[in-house]
């Protein structure tokens, strides 16, 4: 595998969509390619960073509150 | 609305409020990933909030619909975005443009070509110390809505590409397009909110 190779596979990898077989030549070629290895690295990170951010965002208690009564509310109907 | 199955009524008692009410608690446990993808998409709270209880309303009158044991989650993603998809399409068209480099390795170039000795850096070092991590929720904010939905599907809710496509009723194959597309234009949004001006490429060129 060469370096365009892996890149195509990078984001597939990164999401864990791999076969195991591609999954195997992906990671060897990252364990020999430091600047391949960077870039995956930084991909990880990114996917990691906008979970994280986006995470931090609840519900609103009203919102939750509405969603309880829903049954009974819309029984009632 | 009347309910009138043996199963509901073995479960109604005299005066009971309950009556098969276990049969969508499932369904809230889902309620903060609604709305905090719902806030990413209408990119304002009042809206987010509209978009979940018209989601909820229509998981309700439609459970019956919903085969128990599958995934409720995707059920509600998939409610959730068609109904986002109408409310869109009632509205004038927004000309959204997508600023997209042309490979994956946006901000490791440009970083790259800063001179910063990468291979002694950590993804952290690299990204959240460099102060990208404020800004990713605006970032992805400003993505097209097509781009937007796949990223917050499979980066934010964990979703399988094959989950993804059967959600958004879309190819597979335009799943990891859009989401290639969107986390390219994501990185080149962050590199700029950094304060940092692209560095020139050095090959391929089509960094403007």
Known sequence: MNCNECGDQLNAFVDRELTAGELGEVQRHLDDCPPCLQIFELQAGLKRLVRKECCQDEAPARLRAWVRKLPTEERRV | ?208
């Open chain 2, 1 to 208: 609305m009347t309910p009138a199955t043996g199963t509901e009524d073995r479960n109604r008692t005299a005066g009971s409020r309950v009556e098969q009410n276990d049969d969508f608690t499932v369904f809230e446990r889902h309620l903060d990933a609604l709305y905090r993808s719902a806030l990413r998409l209408t990119r304002k709270p009042e809206d987010a909030e509209d978009l979940v209880q018209e989601t909820y309303l229509r998981a309700f009158r439609y459970r019956k619909r919903f085969t128990p044991g599958t995934n409720e989650k995707a059920w509600l993603f998939t409610i959730m975005t068609n109904v986002f998809r109408n409310k869109l399409r009632q509205r004038p068209p927004i000309q959204e443009s997508i600023d997209e480099p042309s490979n994956d390795a946006y901000i490791y170039q440009q970083l790259e070509r800063e001179g910063l000795p990468l291979h002694l850096m950590t993804p952290e070092q690299l990204i959240v110390e460099r102060g990208f991590g404020n800004e990713v929720r605006r970032a992805l904010e400003e993505l097209p809505v097509p781009m937007r939905m796949v990223v917050i599907l499979v980066d934010v809710e964990d979703f399988s590409y094959k989950e993804v496509a059967k959600i958004l009723g879309i190819k597979i194959g335009t799943v990891m397009s859009r989401l290639h597309r969107g986390r390219r234009s994501l990185q080149k949004k962050l590199w700029e909110y950094s304060g940092r001006q692209p560095q020139a490429a050095a090959i391929g060129g089509g960094v403007s």
